[in-house]
């Protein structure tokens, strides 16, 4: 069988090639696909390093380099694809000498047309990861906020592990953690099986009284049902309460139920981001609709009875859950999404994102809501905004920073995709976001230097290669010495002040974040920055 099977095989390929043979006169061959292409110049990078591999600003370096001889004044070379002076050529080895303006990454060289890559170097600054920092792996997923707390951060997110502590069943990480400073899992706070049947927690906020409020997509916390929000004791347990309840059952147990002591939630879109403000109250900001709370002098352990209320956007609660109906009550709410906002002045919140009109008034992308839920008409704002994405707020330098989409801001007109307000909306005129090219800047934040911290989609800087995110002066220039580190690979969501292992001036850096430099980082790192 074997041999009948190859026999017919070997006849038809007979027959096929006696067919080709016959057919040729009539069959136009194409052009070679691969003829003319360039013959490889033998040109390569024969180590993995260069010489030395970390060189700062005006220093020189070698790279090893073959068969480079017979092009010798013919180099192009570049480091992260900002083009570098070549010092001296020889047959196995070209020195560099590193510019002024220059990110750590790769190195190229460019002869004749074809293009040969080559080693990393990288550049030395005064921002750099905190090698000393506890933490190894990280979250797994994104975090969104951090608190500072007892000597310590909660954090919270849409992460379901830490540092693979979350091994078993009775190990939770999911969607709020306590760590200490050293960035070390810390029992000061416990938070049960945490935050479940949605995507985690979006905000924590602390209130007058100690306790805490989260907010975010999820329904559940340690177990017990909330619906996206919910009140946490000191110790980080859900705040809980006995009720009587229907009892539909011949069970006296059920009579009585064990709940969430802030009767208090939100239907639909979940809260984007909750404040405490005075009178041991709490403001939720989001892009919902409704409001709810239970009666459960008609509720059974199974089953609730929900009363609702209209409640668009920005609503206060008070320390058990229910609506302060004197806070924008019915209001209309904004006309478009809100993606982003900020408590000033302890009261006053401001709302941004992609909007024109709040409760029926024109406002551009960005209103101030007041302490009594009315529209702040001297917060006001002049520019062309599409849309603002991130808002935050230095409390001791009373700036506010926003970054998104926008152009023509400030008296001199000149202020595009990233702004430093003052408190009553007008802008800081000292910050010019400079040239980014096609990027968008995302986030923005006034640290207390003075300086800010910028993240987006930004490649470059006032032309020069420069990853994502940057850490600019009070002008909104940019000096080598914080921007050497390259690439940043994620998204910012959260910036907190602290102090790193030595001492020196730090920042808790969250989000949603694979890499800093050449490290992997899980959405959380601590970066040193020395003066």
Known sequence: MKRIKLDKIWYAMLVLALG?????????????????????LGVGFYTSYANPEIAKPGELVDFYVKGIKPYLGKIN???????????TAKDSLVTIKVPAEISSGNAKIEVDGQVFYGPRLDIEGNA?????????????????????????????????????????????????????????????????EGASGGGGINSVTKMTDGKFVIGGPFGTFDKRRVNNIAKLNTDGKLDTMIVDVVNTTDN?????????????????????????????????????KDYYKIDYTYSSRDNRRYLLTEAKNVIRMKADGSLDSTFAF???????????????????????GAFTSYNGKAVPGIACIKKDGTLDP????????????????????????????????GANGKVNGAAILNTDGTVDDQFVFQDAGNGIPTFAQVLNNGRVIIDGTMESYNN??????LILEKDGSLLQKYNSQAPFSGAIRKVVETKSSLGLPALLIGGSISQYGKKTVGNFFRLEVKE
């Open 464 to 469: 020069v290669r420069r990853t994502n995110m």
């Open 77 to 87: 070379f570049s480091v992260n694809d900002t083009k570098v002076e070549v010092i």
């Open 378 to 409: 001297s917060f006001n704002l002049a520019g062309t905004i599409d849309r603002i994405l991130k808002i935050t707020y230095n409390e001791q330098l009373k700036k506010i920073a926003i970054a998104g989409v926008f152009k023509g801001l």
């Open 128 to 192: 750099s990861l905190d090698e000393n920092y506890g933490m190894v792996n990280g979250f797994r997923f994104a975090v969104s906020d951090i608190l500072p707390n007892a000597g310590g951060y909660i954090v919270t997110g849409s992460f379901i592990n830490f540092e693979n502590e979350a091994v078993d069943k009775k190990v939770f990480r999911n969607g709020i953690h306590f760590i200490d400073a050293n960035g070390k899992s810390a029992t000061t706070m416990t938070f049960g």
């Open 330 to 352: 019915k209001n209309q709410g904004a006309n478009g999404n809100i993606m982003d906002a900020a408590l000033i002045d302890n009261d006053r919140v401001v709302i941004v």
């Open 20 to 40: 080709f043979s016959s057919c040729s006169k009539d069959i136009a061959l194409g052009t070679d696909p691969y003829a003319g292409g360039k013959e490889s």
């Open 252 to 288: 006296p147990r059920n009579s009585r139920d064990t709940v969430s002591a802030f009767n208090g939630g939100i239907l639909g879109n979940a809260p984007l981001k909750v404040f405490a403000v005075s009178d041991n109250m709490v403001v939720a900001v989001g892009n919902f």
